[in-house]
């Protein structure tokens, strides 16, 4: 199956300080999301983005589908930012997500 | 929309004991994911439905798990005879047919003792 690598597992920032997560992917995707998961356990939904780049505020995310990677910028980092950050993809006709384990956000005052 | 709701929230079994979780997708939405994540991991795929029909299902869920979708609305993932490595958070997800975006709701932490 495909194999999501998130690069890196940890990262501990000053706030105000900016930052780049790094999904790479083994095979061609239909889908790929980045979602920040909540210290209860709920996956809040950032990008939904197979290809090109969004920007939401803060945050922006850019996927070269051709080179099999993603990116997940966060600018003028807040400690409200801290937590995990997980990449999903999805495999072109595989009907499910296959994620990354994530990287792990620290930011302090 | 209501988002996707999932039923309970914690779940404390002891061992070899039954127990069924339930999901409800977003109105609307004709294919269901369940997943389960274990601590330090991301989410690992366990099976999915579009509408009723059960489409797919991983080498992780064992002759012990069943999940079901009746009338293609809300799902139940059921463990039967409970391991203590079955201890993990159930994470169900949900997505329009004409989007491959999901959506999960808030999980169901399952604790076996």
Known sequence: ?109 | DTGVSQDPRHKITKRGQNVTFRCDPISEHNRLYWYRQTLGQGPEFLTYFQNEAQLEKSRLLSDRFSAERPKGSFSTLEIQRTEQGDSAMYLCASTRGDSYEQYFGPGTRLTVT
């Open chain 1, 1 to 109: 199956g495909i194999q999501v690598e998130q690069s890196p597992p940890d990262l501990i920032l000053q706030e105000g300080a900016n930052s780049t997560l790094r999904c790479n992917f083994s095979d061609s995707v239909n889908n790929l999301q980045w979602f920040h998961q909540n210290p209860w356990g709920q996956l809040i939904n950032l990008f939904y983005i197979p290809s090109g780049t969004k920007q939401n505020g803060r945050l922006s995310a850019t996927t070269v589908a051709t080179e099999r990677y993603s990116l997940l910028y966060i600018s003028s980092s807040q400690t409200t930012d801290s937590g995990v950050y997980f990449c999903a993809v999805e495999a072109t006709n595989a009907g499910k997500s296959t994620f990354g384990d994530g990287t792990t956000l620290t930011v302090k005052p």
